[in-house]
T-cell receptor
Framework: AQSVTQPDIHITVSEGASLELRCNYS??????LFWYVQSPGQGLQLLLK??????LVQGIKGFEAEFKRSQSSFNLRKPSVHWSDAAEYFC??????????FGKGTMLLVSP | DAGVTQSPTHLIKTRGQQVTLRCSPK?????VSWYQQALGQGPQFIFQ???????QRGNFPDRFSGHQFPNYSSELNVNALLLGDSALYLC????????????FGPGTRLLVL
């Protein structure tokens, strides 16, 4: 069965510092990969997605993610974190319109 | 261009009652998926509707049912509510013939007392 692992439940980063959130997946074949962000009490906003091609993908709000097939990973990065980035981040895998399997999320806290 | 909309935003029910949640997909999308997100967890897939039929279903009991209308909007019904049904219910829309990415609505927060 497919699964998504986000090993960090909470991460605290100083404002202006770089960020990397980890995501590993277990799937029958290379799936589509997504990162979503959720602010408290809100729905999910799509940050970026990988379907095929260039393994480094750019998203909104200055985020990027790199797909590494050999490691079954799709880590999210941002070079300089802003206080407004504090939220919960979810990695998800699936096949486009098909069902998505989500990780348990990583809560990002930004310290001044 | 309106995104995915859901109603109501919040709902309080008691055990044993029934509830109906509604979702309107993003313009141009024909597929609606429903997810349940318990507190502190990632969303869990409930089911997906396309062409007014349930196409895929996650590991949820028959108390959870749905419907899709000709205008692609959808309803999620939950019968015989349990305390454990308290969660944020998210609707996502996508297109099988175009943009495959799922876009989510703001969710309906259900509290069962």
């Amino acid at each position: 069965a497919q699964s998504v692992t986000q090993p960090d439940i909470h991460i605290t980063v100083s404002e202006g510092a770089s960020l990397e959130l980890r995501c590993n997946y277990s799937y029958g074949a290379t799936p589509y990969l997504f990162w979503y962000v959720q602010s408290p009490g809100q729905g999910l906003q799509l940050l970026l997605k990988y379907f095929s091609g260039d393994t480094l993908v750019q998203g909104i709000k200055g985020f990027e993610a790199e797909f590494k097939r050999s490691q079954s990973s799709f880590n999210l990065r941002k070079p300089s974190v802003h206080w407004s980035d504090a939220a919960e981040y979810f990695c998800a895998v699936g096949y486009g319109y098909s069902t998505l399997t989500f990780g348990k999320g990583t809560m990002l806290l930004v310290s001044p | 261009d309106a995104g995915v909309t859901q109603s109501p935003t919040h709902l309080i029910k008691t055990r044993g009652q029934q509830v109906t949640l509604r979702c309107s997909p993003k313009s141009g999308h024909d597929t609606v998926s429903w997810y349940q997100q318990a507190l502190g967890q990632g969303p869990q897939f409930i089911f997906q509707y396309y062409e007014e039929e349930e196409r895929q279903r996650g590991n949820f009991p028959d108390r959870f049912s749905g419907h899709q209308f000709p205008n692609y909007s959808s309803e999620l019904n939950v019968n015989a509510l349990l305390l454990g049904d308290s969660a944020l219910y998210l609707c996502a829309s996508s297109s099988r013939t175009g943009e495959e990415t799922q876009y989510f609505g703001p969710g309906t927060r259900l509290l069962v007392l």
